[in-house]
């Protein structure tokens, strides 16, 4: 712990993996870990193409239900409404695939940094000059 000014304190500790920081005057810890500037470009680049292949497979979804919807509410079946069928729900289940391997690559990434994240060995860490940041 270190005095910041007028009684006020600022407690940092750490612990494995990753650093724990708690801060004065609230009652949540915090997981720091250390990543470079690439491996978080890669982290965003992997969340906005899950997120891409997802939102496209369910729109694919969504144009399959409509075009199953005609073969529930007449009897006669158009071969153009199957086809459109089947090319939807192939596209969909593709997006939901490429969107799962993108999401296992994330987390592939994400526990790489997490076991090369370890604590460093020595007193916590402490910020002796840092102002008051409350209001």
Known sequence: MAEIGEGKQLSISISSPGSLYTPAYTERTVKIYGITEAEFDQLSLLNSGTLLFFAIGG?????????????????????????????????????????????????????????????????????????????
């Open 59 to 135: 729109s694919f979804v969504g144009l399959m239900a409509e075009g199953l919807y005609p073969w529930l509410v007449s009897a006669s079946i158009e071969r153009a409404a199957v086809i459109y069928t089947i090319v939807c729900g192939v596209v969909a289940a593709g997006c939901f695939g490429l969107g799962a391997v993108l999401l296992q690559m994330k987390r592939s990434l994400t526990a790489k940094i997490k076991t090369g994240s370890r604590p460093l060995a020595g007193p916590p860490l402490t910020t002796a000059s840092a102002p008051d940041q409350r209001p």
